[in-house]
């Protein structure tokens, strides 16, 4: 299986920069880093995924290490609508499913 | 353009029943795939279906099982339910070639009493 390392929970304060890190040393060369999130009491919502570059979207901006042994999510000006679980994933070979590990429970704080 | 839609939305059963849920995926994706979600286990994969076809299956009794129809819609059933089959079922729809990036339906919580 996929092994990704997250801290259980992070605290930010509401405007600011919120930054989740995860650890995937396993990863092989070409495979790209997932990132979702789960609102409380909502299906996961798929954020953005990357391979060795820096990607934005909307949502967040994927920090991707040059080793690829680690990224970091990055909510920019994080709002209380941003409380939530958020998992890094990666498919573990070939065609095989996402594995969702517990992920690390993000509180925006007011 | 419409997101992942799951019936029914909550569902009460008695162990030893049986129980069939359905999603309809966002239109267009051809993936649909299915998790179980407890508080004890956290979202674990159950199958995915492609054009009809079962593509992966994750590591769940024969009691769970599913299909997927030519319109992309998919049913998961559960047979003989039982107590620790509590839990939040999610569906997952995904595009041909994006099979990760994957959108997800409300689910559907199932309580087993």
């Known amino acids: 299986d996929a092994k990704t390392t997250q801290p259980p929970s992070m605290d930010c304060a509401e405007g600011r920069a919120a930054n989740l890190p995860c650890n995937h040393s396993?990863?092989?060369?070409?495979?790209?880093v997932y990132w979702y999130r789960q609102i409380h009491s909502q299906g996961p919502q798929y954020i953005i995924h990357?391979?060795?570059n820096n990607e934005t979207n909307e949502m967040a901006s994927l920090i991707i290490t040059e080793d690829r042994k680690s990224s970091t999510l990055i909510l920019p000006h994080a709002t209380l609508r941003d409380t939530a679980v958020y998992y890094c994933?990666?498919?573990?070979?070939?065609?095989?499913?996402?594995?969702f590990g517990k992920g690390t429970r993000l509180s925006v704080i007011a | 353009k419409a997101g992942v839609t799951q019936t029914p939305r909550y569902l009460i059963k008695t162990r030893g029943q049986q129980v069939t849920l359905s999603c309809s995926p966002i239109s267009g994706h051809r993936s649909v795939s299915w998790y179980q979600q407890t508080p004890g286990q956290g979202l674990q994969f159950l199958f995915e279906y492609f054009s009809e076809t079962q593509r992966n299956k994750g590591n769940f009794p024969g009691r769970f099982s599913g299909r997927q129809f030519s319109n992309s819609r998919s049913e998961m059933n559960v047979s003989t339910l039982e107590l620790g089959d509590s839990a939040l079922y999610l569906c997952?729809?995904?595009?041909?070639?994006?099979?990760?990036?994957?959108?997800f339906g409300p689910g559907t919580r199932l309580t087993v009493t």
């Open positions: 396993t990863i092989s060369g070409n495979e790209y």
């Open positions: 990357g391979l060795k």
């Open positions: 997952a729809s995904s595009k041909a070639g994006q099979a990760y990036e994957q959108y």
């Open positions: 994933t990666y498919p573990p070979s070939g065609n095989t499913p996402l594995v």
